[in-house]
């Protein structure tokens, strides 16, 4: 029988310490990946390599976080699927420069537009695309 061990599983050192403790067949993971949704590409590279790999860039979570509002306005509806995303700004925004001023600014929010424009500056601000000469 498959077993499967979770629960305060939150960084990829956790996972292999837990498959070498244990020599469970799995693990799952909950919480650590809602605060950093980067977990199983990390883990999946640091039990190939040995080697942790850093926190997705900026372009990357911003890219994912509107990913993220596109699905959960179409599964929750507009308001609901907003309303939802807000407990993932942190985690998908840890680390970043003013990260509590962007939180409160996008937390406002109940329209998924209004959020995807903010998002768009925010990305201007703190990752500017090469102006043409
Ligand atoms: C967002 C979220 C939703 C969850 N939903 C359920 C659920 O519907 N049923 C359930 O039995 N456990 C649920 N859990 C508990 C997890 O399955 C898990 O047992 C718990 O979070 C401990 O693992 P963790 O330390 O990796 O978070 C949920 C956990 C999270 C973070």
Redo the contacts with the bound molecule.
């Keep these: 029988m498959p077993v499967i061990v979770?629960?305060?599983?939150m960084t990829a050192e956790n996972v292999r310490e837990v498959f070498a403790s244990t020599g469970c067949d799995a693990v799952?993971?909950?919480?650590?990946a809602?605060l950093n949704p980067w977990i199983f590409r990390q883990t999946k590279h640091f039990l190939a390599t040995g080697e942790l790999l850093p926190d997705a860039s900026i372009e990357e979570r911003v890219d994912l976080l509107r990913e993220h509002l596109r699905l959960s306005v179409e599964y929750k509806g507009e308001r609901a699927g907003v309303i939802e995303l807000r407990k993932h700004y942190s985690g998908f925004l840890r680390g970043l420069p003013h990260v509590s001023r962007i939180r409160m600014e996008l937390m406002q929010f109940t329209e998924a537009a209004p959020i995807f424009e903010h998002l768009t500056k925010f990305l201007e601000l703190y990752s500017p695309r090469p102006q043409p000469a």
């Design positions: 979770n629960g305060d599983i799952m993971i909950g919480r650590g809602v």
